[in-house]
C-alpha cells in the first residue's frame, strides 16, 4: 500500500506545473546531499552525487539524479569521444538509490542541508521543475557539468544568501592530478585518458571548481557558510553515515601496469636494435608494430582535437611525440623498393622525438610517463635507421 501511494504521490509531483507547488513540505522535511563512493567501473571511478528529500509527514522519500544516461542510445560511444553525450535527472525512489549502492559495495554519506522552510520548498520546486521531460536533459562535461557541478549550483541558486567556501584557493591541484587519482585504480584506462586530455586539463582548479568531484564536493560543503544580511550560519546541518562499504579501491603496484610493462618492452627494443645495428640485419616487424601504435594514438588525439566538443581535449601536445603520420609512413616503409627514397623520414622523426624529449618539461601540458617510454622506443627504432643510413653511405 505504501509503495502504491509512494508511486501516486511521485506521478503527481512531477506532472503538475512549475509554478503550481506539487505540494508544501512539512516541517519535518529534510534535503540532503548524497555522497556515494567509487567503484572500478569507468563510468562511477570518481563517486557519484545526489540529492535525497525526505518528508515523513508525506510519506515522501525521493532521490533526484543527475547522473542518469542510457548507453542504449545510438552510437553512444561517439557521441560520447565527440562531446555530445546528453545525461538528465532523473527521480527515484531512496529504498531503491540506497540498495543498488549497498549491492555495488559504494559507501554512502549524507550531508542534511541548514536550510530554512522556504529555502526547502523552492529547492524542491525546482528538482520537481527540472526532472519534467522537456527539462530534465542536459550536456554532459566531465570538468564543468556533471552530477557534482549540478549539485553544487543548485544549493548556491536556492538558498536565500551567498554560500561561502572557506578555503578560496583550493588545493592548488590541476583537474589532470585531480582526476588522475581516482583513475590510477584503473591503470590503463588512465593511461587513455591521459592521451585524450589536453592542455586545458592542466588548469590549475579553482575551489568552485574542484568540486567536480563529489569528494570535493562534500568537502567544501562540510565547511561552507550561507551569508546572509551579514548572518552566517553552516551550511550543513548534520552529516551522517549511510552505509560505510567495506570496498575500498586502491592502486598498488601492478606489474601488467603500462609504466612495468613498458618499460620491460623498451629495454627489449634497446637490446633487439643493438643486435641489430651490431649484426646489420634489421627486422622490420618492431618498426610495424611501433609505427602502427604511436600513428593510431596520434590518429586518435589529432581526431579529438578536430572533432571533439569536450573542451580539455584541445589543444593536445600528446600530438608531439604520438605523430599521426607514422600510420601512412608505416604502410609505405613496408613496401620494400619504397624504403631508400623514405630514409629521410626516420631522421626527421629522431630530430623531432629528441626535441619533444628536451622541451617537453616546457609545454603548458603533463605527460604520462609511459608517453615518455613509447617514445623512446620510437626514438631508438629512428635513431638505428639513421646510424644504418650514415653508416652505409660512408662505406659507398
Known amino acids: 500500500m505504501k509503495r502504491l501511494l509512494f508511486v501516486l504521490i511521485l506521478l503527481f509531483v512531477v506532472a503538475t506545473p512549475f509554478k503550481s507547488k506539487a505540494f508544501e513540505l512539512s516541517d519535518e522535511a529534510e534535503i540532503s546531499v548524497l555522497t556515494c563512493g567509487p567503484s572500478d567501473l569507468i563510468h562511477a571511478i570518481y563517486g557519484h552525487t545526489a540529492v535525497r528529500v525526505q518528508d515523513p509527514q ?3 522519500d525521493v532521490v533526484f539524479n543527475y547522473g542518469v544516461f542510457s548507453f542504449s542510445q545510438p552510437n553512444f560511444v561517439y557521441r560520447f569521444a565527440k562531446g555530445r553525450t546528453d ?19 559504494r559507501s554512502i554519506e549524507a550531508q542534511v542541508l541548514n536550510l530554512t522552510q522556504k529555502e526547502k520548498q523552492q529547492m524542491f520546486d525546482f528538482l520537481i521543475w527540472n526532472s519534467k521531460p522537456e527539462n530534465r536533459e542536459y550536456r554532459y562535461n566531465f570538468f564543468y557539468d556533471n552530477c557534482a557541478t549540478r549539485v553544487r549550483d543548485l544549493v548556491a541558486n536556492q538558498v536565500d544568501g551567498n554560500v561561502v567556501f572557506q578555503d578560496e584557493k583550493g588545493m592548488g591541484m ?25 592542455s586545458p586539463a592542466d588548469k590549475t582548479a579553482s575551489v568552485y571548481e ?69 649484426t646489420k640485419k634489421v627486422n622490420y616487424l618492431l618498426d610495424y608494430v611501433l609505427l602502427f601504435v604511436t600513428g593510431l594514438m596520434g590518429l586518435v588525439a ?12 584541445h589543444p593536445n601536445y600528446n600530438l608531439w611525440w604520438a605523430v599521426p603520420a607514422n600510420l601512412p609512413f608505416l604502410f609505405l616503409w613496408m613496401v620494400k623498393k619504397w624504403r631508400q627514397s623514405l630514409k629521410w623520414y626516420w631522421k626527421a622523426l629522431a630530430v623531432w622525438l629528441i626535441l619533444f624529449c628536451l622541451f617537453s618539461f616546457f609545454i603548458p601540458q603533463a605527460f604520462h610517463i609511459g608517453f615518455y617510454l613509447l617514445t623512446l622506443m620510437m626514438l631508438c627504432r629512428a635513431l638505428l635507421h639513421s646510424f644504418l643510413f650514415l653508416r652505409a653511405k660512408r662505406q659507398v
Open 174 to 198: 590541476t583537474f589532470r592530478e585531480h582526476a588522475n587519482e581516482y583513475q590510477k585504480v584503473l591503470p590503463w584506462t588512465n593511461f587513455g585518458i591521459h592521451l585524450t586530455l589536453g
Open 210 to 278: 574542484e568540486m567536480f568531484l563529489p569528494d570535493y564536493l562534500m568537502k567544501h560543503f562540510a565547511q561552507a557558510q550561507i551569508e546572509q544580511d551579514g548572518v552566517s550560519r553552516p551550511l550543513v546541518k548534520e552529516t551522517r553515515v549511510i552505509y560505510n562499504s567495506e570496498n575500498k579501491n586502491s592502486a598498488g603496484f601492478n606489474l601488467f601496469s603500462p609504466v612495468p610493462m613498458l618499460s620491460i618492452v623498451l629495454l627489449l627494443v634497446l637490446w633487439i636494435s643493438y643486435r641489430q645495428y651490431e
Open 302 to 313: 589529432l581526431w579529438l582535437v578536430t572533432y571533439s566538443e569536450h573542451p580539455a581535449m
Open 58 to 60: 508525506r510519506l515522501f
Open 87 to 105: 545525461y538528465m535527472l532523473a527521480p527515484e525512489k531512496y529504498t531503491d538509490f540506497y540498495s543498488g549502492y549497498k549491492r555495488n559495495g
